[in-house]
């Protein structure tokens, strides 16, 4: 079991900047990419940026140029500095992580969620 704790939303005027931090416990062996997904009211989530393992990065195009995920493997953390931001940016973000366990015959990929962390963007 892996728990994710997101924090560092809040409000902020379009234009500036806000650092959204994640940090994992638990039983965090083998986690594979994490990322940062948010859900706008009544919208579907969408995917905002990951970043894997080894690093590599993947962003929507939303979040190209403006956006910036990292991790520390280390310290079971990931980030995403969010410059830049839009009012359409405003939305509920979540911290995900994956991991796959069990032997090569039973591999098992599971998926964990944080609880979020509001962000709204002023115009």
């Known amino acids: 079991q892996v728990q994710l704790v997101e924090s560092g939303g809040g409000l902020v005027q379009a234009g500036g900047s806000l650092r959204l931090s994640c940090a994992a416990s638990g039983r965090t062996f083998r986690l594979d990419d994490m990322g940062w997904y948010r859900q706008a009211p009544g919208k579907p989530r969408e995917l905002v940026a990951t970043?894997?393992?080894?690093?590599?990065?993947n962003y929507a195009d939303s979040a190209k140029g403006r956006f910036t995920i990292s991790r520390d493997n280390s310290k079971k953390t990931v980030d995403l500095q969010m410059n830049s931001l839009k009012p359409e940016d405003t939305a509920v973000y979540y911290c995900?992580?994956?991991?796959?366990?069990?032997?090569?015959?039973?591999?098992?990929?599971?998926?964990?969620w944080g609880q979020g962390t509001p962000v709204t963007v002023s115009s």
């Open positions: 970043i894997s393992s080894a690093g590599i990065t």
């Open positions: 995900n992580a994956q991991q796959t366990v069990g032997p090569v015959e039973r591999v098992v990929r599971r998926d964990y």
